[in-house]
């Protein structure tokens, strides 16, 4: 009786034990998933858990992104459900890029993209997405963090514009606004090389205002730039295609580059502009060839 007393005492101890390492396991659990739930809900970052088939929990981050007032509103619903019928500049549905972005974190462990969500009043956004695969509770979910960077985008979608305005400007003159010497060096080195390839004709006019020295001399400068404005505004007036560039080369010279354009052709032009410069009657008494402003 005494060797069953003894079992017994250390089954019951034994039992003790075991209850007091649950006990305690489960402590650290709790504190853990509160732990959890307290960073889950804290973050700035909207955050999401989704199954197979849909959202099965999400941070207020996540409600505030998407404009829900609840989480009933979001929970239950699938990622299709807020993204854009057709993501920019890709070719594949959503539903197949949704199902290659699942797999990738599966196979993976962590898988990160740019993606384009609606919120609940049909607004939608860019969002960098990082997705990562977890186990809970023996079942296989994914962990994702959702960050809008609309701001980011406009800030580079400005920077890229006030880059092209910059760009624009390098090919521009500041005087009269139209194309520069640069601009008329990279057009005709293109053109050069497009027109041997295809065998086609390339013209090309030089225009010099003549006597303008003696217009600078006579009127002075601020009327010699108004001149030239003038003259550059009177040849881009003519009609043109799309592919002519009149461009200033330098001080009172310009430039006509015509592509496909056969000599008899850049002669008849040549003659429309001789005449529209006379047509404009700007006042050049020192001129030897006229009393007004003529080209050359």
């Known amino acids: 009786s005494a060797l069953l007393f003894l079992m017994l005492r250390l089954e019951k101890r034994i039992k003790d034990e075991l209850k007091d390492k649950v006990r305690i396991k489960t402590t650290e659990l709790n504190e853990s998933e509160n732990k959890f ?5 804290s973050s700035a ?31 239950g619903t699938r990622p299709i459900d807020w993204s854009l019928d057709k993501q920019v500049y890709n070719s594949k549905s959503t539903k197949e890029l949704i199902k290659e972005n699942m797999m990738a974190t599966c196979n993976q462990g962590q ?24 186990s809970m509770n023996g079942k296989r979910i994914i ?18 514009s006030l880059q092209r305005k910059l760009e624009q400007f390098s090919y521009q003159d500041s005087l009269t606004g139209i194309a520069n010497r640069r601009m ?3 057009t005709l080195d293109r053109e050069w090389s497009r027109s041997q390839r295809n065998q086609e004709p390339l013209s090309l006019m030089m ?19 108004n001149c030239i404005i003038s003259v550059a505004s009177a ?28 000599a008899k052709d850049a002669r008849r032009l040549a003659a429309m502009y001789l005449d529209t410069i006379i047509k404009q009657n700007i ?9 007004v402003v003529t080209i050359s």
């Open 111 to 134: 898988h990160a993209f740019e993606w384009h969500y609606i919120r609940t009043g049909g607004e939608f956004f860019p969002a960098e997405v990082l997705l990562t695969s977890l």
């Open 45 to 75: 970052d909207a955050l999401i858990l989704v199954d197979e088939t849909c959202f099965i929990d999400c941070n207020q981050a996540t409600l505030d992104m998407f404009r829900c007032k609840s989480r009933a509103e979001f929970l």
């Open 283 to 291: 006042p050049h008494e020192s001129s030897k060839a006229s009393d």
């Open 207 to 225: 225009i010099d205002i003549d006597f303008f020295k003696q217009f600078n001399d006579f009127y002075g400068h601020q009327q010699g730039d």
């Open 143 to 160: 962990q994702g963090t959702i960050r809008d960077i609309s701001e980011r985008k406009r800030a580079e979608e400005e920077l890229a």
């Open 235 to 262: 040849l881009t007036s003519l009609p043109k295609r799309t592919s002519d560039l009149v461009a200033r080369y330098g001080g009172e010279e310009f430039v006509i580059l015509l592509p496909e354009t056969e």
């Open 37 to 41: 739930r307290i960073m889950f809900e």
């Open 184 to 186: 008329f060096d990279q």
